[in-house]
């Protein structure tokens, strides 16, 4: 995959601050609060149109924002100055919204962005998804699902890769089925997708993939034996459906591989950045 990635490792000037155009709604005038995204881009408009990424956020699917500056500026930074537009999104969150909702969301993201990016100076033809946790279980299954996406007016070619950082819903039933009744990752899990097997199918990015997939990088946690197991079987299914997927352990925490991701330093960027240039 060739995307363009400019990194320019010995500037020592600080760039300049993105620009934040904050809760663009993404699903019409009559869309829930939760159904907007912010917007950053580069302080000077560029000639040539950027790549976009889209951020997702985590939470266990019931909680999580857009704007929070521990887990978004950091890569807000690092992207723009690397010459993409930005956009952070809210979803829905369970248990008000069970799935399908919080994908449809995602979706419409996309479709927007898409929609509206020749007015940002974004190229509509090359969007990047990332996702952390529960963001990273709703950006595969966007990104694998291609008639979810044309049902929201998105080509699904236009998304060229995607990135996950240790997410463990890749086949959900089968995270779901040894769980103890009543327990927080039980009801979390049931929640936000009930505890209907065909319906946890349907949101299992393992179960959804069309032919052609964009390209992955799928980043998890090394002490997490559920992220291990359910990011090696994403990277088969995918490999199985004619994509490429790579799949890296991190000696970090749940936490930490989201908060340090844009650091200059962090090594979840690195790999970030070498995928980016493939």
């Given at each position: 995959?060739?995307?363009?990635?400019?990194?320019?490792?010995?500037?020592?000037?600080?760039?300049?601050?993105?620009?934040v155009q904050r809760d663009l709604p993404y699903a019409g005038k009559q869309s829930n609060p939760l159904q907007a995204l912010d917007?950053?881009?580069?302080a000077e408009k560029s000639p040539k149109p950027r790549p976009i990424f889209i951020l997702i956020h985590g939470g266990g699917w019931s909680a999580g924002d857009k704007a929070n500056s521990h887990f978004v500026d950091p890569k807000t930074s690092w992207l723009v100055d690397g010459g993409y537009l930005v956009a952070s999104i809210n979803y829905r969150l369970a248990p008000a919204v069970k799935h399908p909702g919080q994908v449809e969301d995602v979706c419409r993201a996309i479709a927007w962005m898409q929609k509206h990016a020749a007015k940002?100076?974004?190229?509509?033809?090359?969007?990047?998804?990332?996702?952390?946790?529960?963001?990273?279980?709703?950006?595969?299954?966007?990104?694998?699902?291609?008639?979810?996406?044309?049902?929201?007016?998105?080509?699904?070619k236009s998304i060229r890769g995607v990135v996950l950082l240790d997410g463990a819903g890749y086949d959900i039933p089968l995270q779901y089925a040894p769980m103890r009744e009543g327990s927080l990752m039980e009801k979390m899990y049931r929640h936000a997708f009930t505890d209907d097997p065909e319906k946890q199918r349907?949101?299992?990015?393992?179960?959804?993939i069309t032919d052609d997939?964009?390209?992955?990088?799928?980043?998890?946690?090394?002490?997490?034996?559920?992220?291990?197991?359910?990011?090696?079987?994403?990277?088969?299914?995918?490999i199985a459906k004619g994509g490429k997927a790579k799949v890296l352990p991190v000696d970090k925490t749940h936490g930490t591989i989201n908060a340090d991701c844009g650091k200059p330093d962090d090594p979840v960027t690195k790999a970030i950045n070498a995928f980016l240039r493939r």
């Amino acid at each position: 995959m060739k995307a363009f990635f400019l990194l320019i490792a010995s500037v020592t000037l600080a760039s300049a601050a993105p620009v934040v155009q904050r809760d663009l709604p993404y699903a019409g005038k009559q869309s829930n609060p939760l159904q907007a995204l912010d917007l950053y881009l580069p302080a000077e408009k560029s000639p040539k149109p950027r790549p976009i990424f889209i951020l997702i956020h985590g939470g266990g699917w019931s909680a999580g924002d857009k704007a929070n500056s521990h887990f978004v500026d950091p890569k807000t930074s690092w992207l723009v100055d690397g010459g993409y537009l930005v956009a952070s999104i809210n979803y829905r969150l369970a248990p008000a919204v069970k799935h399908p909702g919080q994908v449809e969301d995602v979706c419409r993201a996309i479709a927007w962005m898409q929609k509206h990016a020749a007015k940002y100076g974004g190229d509509p033809e090359r969007i990047y998804l990332l996702g952390h946790s529960a963001g990273a279980q709703l950006a595969a299954l966007a990104a694998v699902d291609a008639p979810r996406l044309e049902a929201a007016g998105v080509a699904p070619k236009s998304i060229r890769g995607v990135v996950l950082l240790d997410g463990a819903g890749y086949d959900i039933p089968l995270q779901y089925a040894p769980m103890r009744e009543g327990s927080l990752m039980e009801k979390m899990y049931r929640h936000a997708f009930t505890d209907d097997p065909e319906k946890q199918r349907d949101a299992s990015p393992v179960h959804r993939i069309t032919d052609d997939p964009p390209p992955f990088l799928i980043l998890f946690v090394a002490r997490r034996p559920d992220s291990k197991r359910q990011s090696h079987l994403l990277a088969e299914a995918l490999i199985a459906k004619g994509g490429k997927a790579k799949v890296l352990p991190v000696d970090k925490t749940h936490g930490t591989i989201n908060a340090d991701c844009g650091k200059p330093d962090d090594p979840v960027t690195k790999a970030i950045n070498a995928f980016l240039r493939r």
